[in-house]
């Protein structure tokens, strides 16, 4: 709970917060995050392993509307060779 009201008392509209406040915000992120971790284990590759990888919740992100918010934050992982790739075919694009 230490962490959320950090966070909350970062905002300069905050200058005291309530501790019930402060639970129900608190275990709302934590039924959040759950939902986001099981729905991503369900419908990602880790169920063979009985993992959860960031690319299965990259792709829960985008692939499940209720946490498409979260696809700024969780973007899917591209190799370095492929972005570079995808620039110069950008740039020859413009230059056509």
Sequence with gaps: MSR???IMKSSPD???INQEALFL???ATELFVQHLAV???NNGS???TNTLSYTDLANTAEDTETF???TDILP???LARD???SLQEMEDDEDN
Excluded: A, R, W
């Design 4 to 6: 959320v009201k950090l």
């Design 14 to 16: 905050v200058s005291c």
């Design 25 to 27: 915000t608190t275990k």
């Design 39 to 41: 729905s991503s284990y």
């Design 46 to 48: 880790g169920k063979d």
């Design 68 to 70: 498409q918010f979260l």
């Design 76 to 78: 899917k992982k591209i």
């Design 83 to 85: 972005y570079l790739k």
